[in-house]
């Protein structure tokens, strides 16, 4: 790699699988908390949005938004976590994180009107991505591609948990307390992990990169565009995120409305999802180092669009049921546990010395992707699961073409 690679025209670091001095590891704990913080805020609130459109007097579409912008603001405040992580570190930008968090917990707690609750749940996703771009920059600072991928997996398999406790937490606070006391207990995971984020978490970032300013930090997106094998990756991770959002989105409005259930009952089913999600994050990370990322991806490709064909096919052959529309999505689970953590590091270890924007940037088309899967989910779909089953299908379609691509770049 050329200097003319980074922004400011520094010099590339040695790569990790180099010998030289031991990289700082951070605690694979507080890589869990950090990280999951994200998915337990924006998942907490998504069994109560029908009642919540009822209690806040507008509609559906309109309460919606809680999700749709919660993404939309993950998906841009990546963009400049990266960048100036690789700059200023990734632990002072975490904290900085952490504490926009909190104050929009604060003004969720608060909120008077929908439009209020909106805004503050939009500050949440700002504050809370930056664990989840930071937690990656700072396993592929630590280790080299393949054993990033398998430190990747095992802390998507624990951070199962926070999706998959969330939900429940989420429908049992609210049926006891309304609708504010879940906004509460995101105040309560996020000010102790800010204090042992401070007190405990090591920098990881060796040498930092010039400052690159808004052309530079264009250029650095150019630079990883422009690379087609890069392009394939976030794309990979793109559609198979979108299936998981079209899912999302349209769950509600089929078990609650549709099916008639209570939302606990769509918070329990919801576990199915996240069982799914950590066997396929624990596969990958047991199997990646013998099989290599490019095969797993494979595999786990194939079992999503076979998760898809059933989202599809079993609302248009058989009568709605709670197991028939939860099972398709949990096999897509097992599939994009499989596939996301051998994407994200390859695609991060593109060019190593650009691991915080690259990380930024393949989160942000992440959630881009899932926000506008919510969108078009929740325009769609009636109640039958016809529409989430046919979107999430062309999530997996579409991540077979990218899958294709990258194979065709060499990756």
């Not at 009642?51 to 603001?73: K, S």
């Amino acid at each position: 790699m050329s200097p003319r690679d980074l922004p400011g025209g520094s010099p590339a670091p040695p790569d990790l699988g180099a010998p030289g001095p031991p990289r700082p590891k951070p605690s694979i704990f507080l890589l869990v908390a950090m990280t999951g913080i994200g998915p337990f805020t924006m998942q907490i609130l998504i069994p109560s949005l029908p009642m919540l459109a009822v209690a806040l007097a507008v509609p559906y579409a309109t309460i919606q938004l809680t999700l749709t912008l919660y993404l939309v603001g993950v998906a841009l405040a990546q963009l400049v976590y990266g960048p100036l992580s690789d700059r200023y570190g990734r632990k002072p930008l975490l904290v900085a994180g952490l504490c926009i968090y909190l104050v929009g917990s604060v003004g969720a707690v608060l909120a008077p009107t929908a439009a209020w609750l909106i805004a503050a749940r939009v500050l949440q996703a700002v504050g809370s991505c930056a664990g989840l771009v930071l937690g990656r920059a700072m396993i592929r600072d630590s280790y080299p591609r393949d054993k990033a991928a398998a430190v990747l997996g095992y802390v998507s398999t624990a951070m199962a948990v926070a999706p998959m406790l969330s939900p429940i937490i989420g429908s049992l606070l609210h049926e006891h307390f309304g609708w504010r006391a879940t906004m509460l207990s995101c105040l309560v995971f996020g000010l102790p992990l800010l204090l042992a984020v401070r007190a405990w978490l090591p920098e990881t970032l060796v040498q930092p990169a010039p400052l690159p300013g808004l052309g530079g930090m264009l250029g650095a997106y150019r630079t990883l565009l422009r690379i087609p094998v890069f392009r394939g990756y976030c794309a990979i991770t793109a559609c198979a995120t979108s299936m998981f959002f079209s899912f999302a989105a349209g769950g509600p409005v089929v078990v609650v409305q549709g099916l008639g259930h209570a939302p606990t009952t769509y918070a329990v089913a919801m576990m199915l999802i996240s069982v799914g999600w950590s066997s396929g994050t624990f596969t990958a990370a047991r199997l990646v180092g013998r099989l290599g990322t490019g095969r797993m991806l494979r595999i786990g490709s194939l079992v999503t669009v076979a998760g898809g064909l059933l989202a599809l096919a079993l609302p248009l052959l058989a009568p709605p049921s709670l197991p028939g529309f939860f099972l398709p999505m949990a096999l897509v689970a097992l599939g994009n546990g499989m596939t996301q953590p051998s994407a994200v590091a390859a695609a991060i270890s593109v060019r190593p010395m650009l691991a915080g924007t690259a990380s930024g940037l393949i989160g942000a088309l992440q959630m881009g992707a899932g926000a506008l899967a919510t969108v078009l989910a929740g325009v769609t779909e009636g109640g039958s699961g016809i529409a989430t089953g046919a979107w999430m299908l062309a999530g997996a379609l579409g991540a077979q073409v990218a899958l294709r691509a990258v194979r065709k770049a060499g990756g």
